[in-house]
Structures are given as structure tokens and as C-alpha cells.
């Protein structure tokens, strides 16, 4: 066998072999799923995604969230954290989950009031807010 054939009997075995390592998951369409949203504040939402997909971008478009509103978002599946990084299939996602998610909402005046009161229970209401004794 001349050294080209054997160079090229190589570089066929080494394209196979590159080839194949190619179908993974990032290369190839994930299998179909049904997920349904249950978002803290509104109805849930079904949505059909793909195995391989990035939770953060689906949740995101899904819900029509801020980049602000993404970054303080928490995700669980039967209250563990989701990675919201990784694709569903990373996370353990199947078809059929329901997933948990949960918006930080800004507190009112009164809320942050009651839970100064409730951790400091030498204070009273007037202490903490003058103006409304």
C-alpha cells in the first residue's frame, strides 16, 4: 500500500469518526416535550419545547421577560432549582413536567413595615414610621 492510499484510508476513518461525534444532541433536532409553565402570578401556560433547548430562552419567550426580569427569576421542578443555563434534558426535564416559576415582586412600604415590626419586637409602628402614628 502506497503512503497516499494509507493517507487517505486514515483521514476516511478519522471523517467517520468526526462525523459521528457531530449527531449529538447540539447538532440534531431534541426530542419534542410538552412543559407547562406555572408561573407564581398568572395562569399556567403549556408550551412545547425540544429536549435541547435552553431553559432561560424558552421561559423567557414564553413569559415575554426583561433580560432584569430573567436574571432574578427562580425555576424549580418539584422544588429543586432548575439550571437555567443548560437545556431540559440536562435538568432531568421530561415531557409532561410542570415547572415552578417564581418572580420576585417588590415589597410594599406596609410589608417592609410588618417585617421590621416582626424582627424587632421592642420597635412599635410609630418608631419605625413617623408619619403614621
Same mark, same amino acid.
Given at each position: 500500500?502506497?503512503?497516499?492510499?494509507?493517507?487517505?484510508?486514515?483521514?476516511?476513518?478519522?471523517?467517520?469518526r468526526v462525523s459521528s461525534s457531530y449527531s449529538d444532541? *447540539?447538532?440534531?433536532?431534541?426530542? &419534542?416535550m410538552t412543559i407547562t409553565l406555572l408561573p407564581d402570578?398568572?395562569?399556567?401556560?403549556?408550551?412545547? #419545547?425540544? +429536549?435541547?433547548?435552553?431553559?432561560?430562552?424558552? &421561559?423567557?419567550?414564553?413569559?415575554?421577560?426583561?433580560?432584569?426580569?430573567?436574571?432574578?427569576?427562580? #425555576?424549580?421542578?418539584?422544588? =429543586?432549582? #432548575?439550571?437555567?443555563?443548560?437545556?431540559?434534558?440536562?435538568?432531568?426535564?421530561?415531557?409532561?413536567?410542570? &415547572? =415552578?416559576?417564581?418572580?420576585?415582586?417588590? *415589597?410594599?412600604? =406596609?410589608? #417592609?413595615?410588618?417585617?421590621?415590626? =416582626?424582627?424587632?419586637?421592642?420597635?412599635?409602628?410609630?418608631? &419605625?414610621?413617623?408619619?403614621? +402614628?
Amino acid at each position: 500500500m502506497s503512503g497516499s492510499s494509507k493517507m487517505r484510508e486514515v483521514l476516511a476513518e478519522d471523517l467517520e469518526r468526526v462525523s459521528s461525534s457531530y449527531s449529538d444532541a *447540539a447538532f440534531s433536532q431534541g426530542e &419534542i416535550m410538552t412543559i407547562t409553565l406555572l408561573p407564581d402570578d398568572a395562569e399556567s401556560i403549556i408550551i412545547t #419545547v425540544q +429536549s435541547n433547548q435552553i431553559v432561560q430562552d424558552i &421561559i423567557q419567550e414564553a413569559l415575554k421577560l426583561s433580560a432584569a426580569q430573567i436574571r432574578s427569576m427562580m #425555576v424549580s421542578l418539584g422544588g =429543586e432549582a #432548575v439550571e437555567m443555563t443548560m437545556c431540559f434534558e440536562e435538568n432531568g426535564i421530561e415531557d409532561g413536567a410542570r &415547572i =415552578e416559576v417564581s418572580l420576585p415582586r417588590k *415589597a410594599t412600604f =406596609e410589608e #417592609v413595615v410588618q417585617d421590621m415590626l =416582626e424582627l424587632n419586637p421592642d420597635c412599635t409602628k410609630v418608631i &419605625i414610621n413617623p408619619l403614621n +402614628s
